[in-house]
Nanobody, 116 residues
Framework: QVQVVESGGGLVQPGGSLRLSCKVSGSNFPIYTLEWYRQAPGQQREFVASITSTDSTRYRDSMKGRLTISRDNATKNTVYLQMDSLKPEDTAAYSC?????????WGQGTQVTVSS
């Protein structure tokens, strides 16, 4: 079955950077879109960034300029999220979604904590 595994989270000081990774395995079907979402305690899950099979990207408006999403060119099954100039309000659990068009799968998430 399809597995979605995120990594790269951790504790970082305000202004710092993190690079999250999401690896999808278990299917030969092409992934239509890979997306990142985040959810802070007591808050609703919100969209962060996405990249399609044609490398079209979209970003959360409030985080534009601080995010770069990219995809492994060889396998197309790994997506990276570079986050710069992190702020305390970016603290959340970041989850990856693999959308095949007819079904999607979620990972367990990776915690990002921005604090001094």
């Amino acid at each position: 079955q399809v597995q979605v595994v995120e990594s790269g989270g951790g504790l970082v000081q305000p202004g710092g950077s993190l690079r999250l990774s999401c690896k999808v395995s278990g299917s030969n079907f092409p992934i239509y879109t890979l997306e990142w979402y985040r959810q802070a305690p007591g808050q609703q899950r919100e969209f962060v960034a996405s990249i399609t099979s044609t490398d079209s990207t979209r970003y959360r408006d409030s985080m534009k300029g601080r995010l770069t999403i990219s995809r492994d060119n060889a396998t197309k099954n790994t997506v990276y999220l570079q986050m710069d100039s992190l702020k305390p309000e970016d603290t959340a659990a970041y989850s990856c979604n693999a959308d095949y068009g007819f079904i999607d799968f979620w990972g367990q998430g990776t915690q990002v904590t921005v604090s001094s």
